[in-house]
Nanobody, 123 residues
Framework: QVQLVESGGGLVQAGGSLRLSCAASGRTFSTLAMGWFRQAPGKEREFVATISQSGGRLYYADSVKGRFTISRDNAKNTMYLQMNSLKPEDTAIYSC????????????????WGQGTQVTVSS
């Protein structure tokens, strides 16, 4: 069993920055590939970023590439999403996810999910 808890969401002006955290417990964190997904009202859940077990491999959605950075600290059992140059279209509930498989952009490949944290970007 894996438990995931997101934090760090909030309200920020366009062009600002925010860092999300995802704290994991329940099994060895370094065995899990991790990902971030987001969902805006009335829209399908979409992939944001993913990171391999060791942190050596990363993959981003085109919409956030160059602005967002995914990272992890296995000693702290925590994954992060640094969000810079935020845009109103980034407004969504952001959820972290974990998989015992390899890192992936497909939500169906993830076994565990956090409760989500709201990110709101004002224009």
């Amino acid at each position: 069993q894996v438990q995931l808890v997101e934090s760090g969401g909030g309200l920020v002006q366009a062009g600002g920055s925010l860092r999300l955290s995802c704290a994991a417990s329940g099994r060895t964190f370094s065995t899990l590939a991790m990902g971030w997904f987001r969902q805006a009202p009335g829209k399908e859940r979409e992939f944001v970023a993913t990171i391999s077990q060791s942190g050596g491999r990363l993959y981003y959605a085109d919409s956030v590439k160059g602005r967002f950075t995914i990272s992890r600290d296995n000693a702290k059992n925590t994954m992060y999403l640094q969000m810079n140059s935020l845009k109103p279209e980034d407004t969504a509930i952001y959820s972290c996810a974990a998989t015992t498989r390899t890192y992936d952009h497909r939500a169906v490949m993830y076994d565990y999910w956090g409760q989500g944290t709201q990110v709101t970007v004002s224009s």
